[in-house]
C-alpha cells in the first residue's frame, strides 16, 4: 500500500476555486495510476477523475469535465485536481487512491481496485 495525504480542501463560496494535493511517499510512485474520489454525507463515494502512471492521459466524470482537472508532477509525487467553478453540489470529502499498474493506459473510477487511500480533505462550497 501507498501512503497518501490530502490536503487544499477548505470553505469557498460557489463560482470559486480550488486545487487538492495528494502526496505520496516512497520511490515507486510512477508505477500507480492515482484518482480522485468524493463522498457527500449518505451519497455513494465516487470517481471524479484519474490520471495514468506516466501523466499523460486522464479521464473525468461528465458532470466534473470542463471544471476540474487532474495532473501529476513525479519529481513531488503528488498529484493535484485543480477545481474550477465550484457548485454546491461540490460539497464532500474528497480522497485521492492508487493502484500500482503495468500497462501505461490504466484508470478507473472503480473504487474497489484501488488499495491505497488517503483519509480524505473536506470541501464545502457555500452561496
Known amino acids: 500500500q501507498l501512503p497518501l495525504v490530502e490536503s487544499g480542501g477548505g470553505l469557498v463560496q460557489s463560482g470559486g476555486s480550488l486545487r487538492l494535493s495528494c502526496a505520496a511517499t516512497g520511490s515507486t510512485f510512477a508505477l500507480y495510476a492515482v484518482a480522485w474520489f468524493r463522498q457527500a454525507p449518505g451519497k455513494e463515494r465516487e470517481g471524479l477523475a484519474c490520471?495514468?502512471?506516466?501523466?499523460?492521459?486522464?479521464t473525468y466524470l461528465d458532470s466534473t469535465k470542463g471544471r476540474f482537472s487532474i495532473s501529476r508532477d513525479s519529481a513531488k509525487n503528488t498529484v493535484y485536481l485543480q477545481m474550477n467553478d465550484l457548485k454546491l453540489e461540490d460539497t464532500a470529502t474528497y480522497y485521492c487512491a492508487a493502484r500500482p499498474t503495468v500497462t501505461g493506459a490504466w484508470c478507473s473510477s472503480t473504487r474497489i481496485l484501488f488499495n491505497s487511500w488517503g483519509q480524505g480533505t473536506q470541501v464545502t462550497v457555500s452561496s
Open positions: 490520471i495514468t502512471r506516466g501523466g499523460d492521459g486522464a
